[in-house]
T-cell receptor
Framework: GDSVTQMEGPVTLSEEAFLTINCTYTATGYPSLFWYVQYPGEGLQLLLK?????DKGSNKGFEATYRKETTSFHLEKGSVQVSDSAVYFC???????????FGPGTRLSVLP | GAGVSQSPRYKVAKRGQDVALRCDPISGHVSLFWYQQALGQGPEFLTYFQNEAQLDKSGLPSDRFFAERPEGSVSTLKIQRTQQEDSAVYLC?????????????FGPGTRLTVT
């Protein structure tokens, strides 16, 4: 069935380090792909999305590219900040109506 | 404008009690979703509505869970005879449509603790 696999955390980085959080999915079709972020004490909010192959979503310095050939949507940021400390969720939305399937989340801690 | 709101934010229930959790979606959003998020896990889908119609309830864990959205706006998730394993954060989200490319907007959640 349709599923998502996300890099396990926690991830601890120093400020200005490079970040990659891996996400791969298994699907019979072509889902839309989302990254959601949950800051401490706050609700889930959309970080970025891509709806078709080779699309790149970007926001707040984060980027992710929809790679159909590798069924991946890895999240990257060139220089993380302390304020990026949060839990990040990869969430494909499968077009057969199953809605979002969230990954387990990756907790990121950025140290000054 | 106002986002998705949920009430109460925190609920403590004794085992066996019934609880009702409320969700006010963004005005005009057609679709409404309920998720259950256990500690340290990602949200898991429970059910969704398109307007007042409950189109998928496959994620509801047992017949003790019931959701409604009678007028296509506010929704209530009811849990009867609560059990300890029901302890979790219950998230509500709304969307302009159910089609996959539309963003879901999440409320802050209701943290339910069953003692």
């Amino acid at each position: 069935g349709d599923s998502v696999t996300q890099m396990e955390g926690p991830v601890t980085l120093s400020e200005e380090a490079f970040l990659t959080i891996n996400c791969t999915y298994t699907a019979t079709g072509y889902p839309s792909l989302f990254w959601y972020v949950q800051y401490p004490g706050e609700g889930l909010q959309l970080l970025l999305k891509a709806t078709k192959a080779d699309d790149k979503g970007s926001n707040k310095g984060f980027e992710a590219t929809y790679r159909k050939e590798t069924t991946s949507f890895h999240l990257e940021k060139g220089s993380v900040q302390v304020s990026d400390s949060a839990v990040y969720f990869c969430a494909p939305s499968f077009q057969d109506g199953q809605n979002f399937v969230f990954g387990p989340g990756t907790r990121l801690s950025v140290l000054p | 404008g106002a986002g998705v709101s949920q009430s109460p934010r925190y609920k403590v229930a004794k085992r066996g009690q019934d609880v009702a959790l409320r969700c006010d979606p963004i005005s005009g959003h057609v679709s409404l979703f309920w998720y259950q998020q256990a500690l340290g896990q990602g949200p898991e889908f429970l059910t969704y509505f398109q307007n007042e119609a409950q189109l998928d309830k496959s994620g509801l864990p047992s017949d003790r869970f019931f959701a409604e959205r009678p007028e296509g706006s506010v929704s209530t998730l009811k849990i009867q005879r609560t059990q300890q394993e029901d302890s979790a954060v219950y998230l509500c989200a709304s969307s302009l449509d159910v089609i996959g490319s539309y963003e879901q907007y999440f409320g802050p959640g209701t943290r339910l603790t069953v003692t």
